[in-house]
Each structure stands twice: as C-alpha cells, then as structure tokens.
C-alpha cells in the first residue's frame, strides 16, 4: 500500500470510493463535485490517498478554511485494515504542523466512523447539520494523545 498526498488526477478515483461506502452516504452523488474535491485539495486544505495495485482505497481531506475534516473515507473492500486510521494521522498530523485551530468534523451517529472518531481521541461537542455528532479535536489534545 502506498500512502501519498492526493492529486487532481486523483479525483474520479476518490468520487469512486465516496459513493461506495455503506455509512456516512450521499443522499446524491451530485452533493460533492469533481470542482469542490478540486479546490479542497489544492486551495483550501490538502488530501491523501492510499493506492494498492494503482487503485485507490481510501482518502482524507482536511480543510484549513473551515478548520474541518471534509473527507475520511475507506472503500468497503479495504475496511478494518488500519487505512483509515493512517490517513486520519497524516491529515491530522498535516493539519496541526499549520494551524493550532481546533478540528472539527461531524458523522452520523450509531456507525463505524463514529467509533473510529471516538477512539481516535475526538470529543463529541454537539450535533452538526442533519443530526450529525460534531466532534472536535484541540492541538494539545492531538499533541498529547501523540505521547501516549
């Protein structure tokens, strides 16, 4: 598996693995554009991918506009392999070396992400959106958790 830094050219591929998940679904594919990847990975923020065999299998994007994790996805196929939980320190690893802006994100409740969040160290702040559980995460709590 290799783990890098997304690109443009990356973007089909990652749309792919946004509408294959079983959690967290678009209510349409149209929500989230080729355009709006484009610009978090290149304007707002900065993405990841994981590849195996010249496929992509996961992504993350962290945006520092918004102070938001806009995207941590793995395809179903890959699932409980630890992608996600690499892509999640790389981003936040990222994140916290050009802000000390809390991250925030949110997630539906009673799912797989919202466990993985929760056992990564996010502390739930409220509700988001649609019903979403918003979780935030501080510098120094990203910082500290590093240490143990």
């Given at each position: 598996?290799?783990?890098?830094?997304?690109?443009?050219?990356?973007?089909?591929?990652?749309q792919i693995v946004r509408n294959s998940v079983k959690e967290n679904t678009l209510s349409s594919p149209a929500l989230v554009t080729d355009k709006?990847?484009?610009?978090?990975?290149?304007?707002?923020?900065?993405?990841?991918?994981?590849?195996?065999?010249?496929?992509?299998?996961?992504?993350?994007?962290?945006?520092?506009?918004?102070?938001?994790?806009?995207?941590?996805?793995?395809?179903?196929?890959?699932?409980?392999?630890?992608?996600?939980?690499?892509?999640?320190?790389?981003?936040?690893?990222?994140?916290?070396s050009k802000t000390n802006e809390t991250a925030w994100l949110g997630t539906a409740p009673n799912t797989r992400a919202e466990r993985f969040y929760?056992?990564?160290?996010?502390?739930?702040?409220?509700?988001?959106?649609?019903?979403?559980?918003?979780?935030?995460?501080?510098?120094?709590?990203?910082?500290?958790?590093?240490?143990?």
């Amino acid at each position: 598996m290799i783990f890098r830094q997304a690109q443009t050219a990356d973007i089909p591929h990652i749309q792919i693995v946004r509408n294959s998940v079983k959690e967290n679904t678009l209510s349409s594919p149209a929500l989230v554009t080729d355009k709006d990847c484009e610009d978090f990975i290149t304007r707002r923020g900065k993405g990841w991918v994981c590849e195996l065999d010249n496929r992509i299998i996961g992504f993350a994007i962290a945006d520092l506009q918004e102070h938001n994790i806009w995207a941590l996805f793995v395809h179903p196929d890959f699932e409980g392999k630890g992608i996600g939980k690499r892509l999640h320190d790389e981003m936040l690893e990222w994140y916290f070396s050009k802000t000390n802006e809390t991250a925030w994100l949110g997630t539906a409740p009673n799912t797989r992400a919202e466990r993985f969040y929760r056992k990564a160290g996010w502390k739930e702040t409220g509700i988001h959106g649609k019903g979403e559980i918003k979780f935030e995460m501080t510098a120094h709590q990203w910082k500290n958790r590093r240490l143990h």
